[in-house]
């Protein structure tokens, strides 16, 4: 180990006694749910993403969409920082999952469509619990276990 690891010191010493780590990354950027339409509401958010530009749509720096830009960005680099961890738990020997929707923009990204490729993962889905909810939802969990 060298102090340009990502595993270095202290941080080396947690994660190497831990069985398997589960993580829920936050979707609110990643979903497609700013895609459906909003009824009765006067001013429904906007897309940030598309199939096409799954790390956000061009123009979110133009005037009044800074915000939006920003929680992309943000967003961006937690997608990054969690497909760097997926990888590196996982040459550790290290169970790791990674819970998101199904539809996520998440795995859409270069990394990790080529994640999904490798023979120790796997992408599991199931509708969560809808109890009280307009519809269901399709949840996934991308996984070595």
């Known amino acids: 180990m060298t102090s340009a690891s990502p595993w ?6 947690l994660i190497a006694s831990v069985d398997a780590v589960f993580i829920g990354l936050d979707c609110k950027t990643l979903s497609r749910a700013r895609e459906k339409p909003a009824l009765f509401h006067p001013k429904p958010p906007l897309p940030l993403r598309s199939e096409f530009h799954p790390r ?14 920003q929680k992309v960005r943000e967003a961006n680099g937690m997608a990054d920082f969690v497909i760097l961890l997926m ?16 539809t996520s923009y998440f795995f859409l990204f270069t990394a990790m469509m080529k994640i999904l490729q490798l023979p120790w993962c796997f992408f599991i889905w199931f509708f969560s619990c809808c109890w009280g909810g307009a519809r269901r939802k399709a949840t996934a969990v991308v996984t070595n276990m």
């Open 8 to 13: 270095y010191g202290r941080e080396w010493q």
């Open 87 to 102: 990888s590196s738990l996982h040459v550790l020997g290290i169970g790791v999952a990674v819970e998101q929707p199904k």
């Open 56 to 69: 956000g749509l061009p123009g979110l720096s133009s005037r009044g969409r800074e915000k939006d830009e």
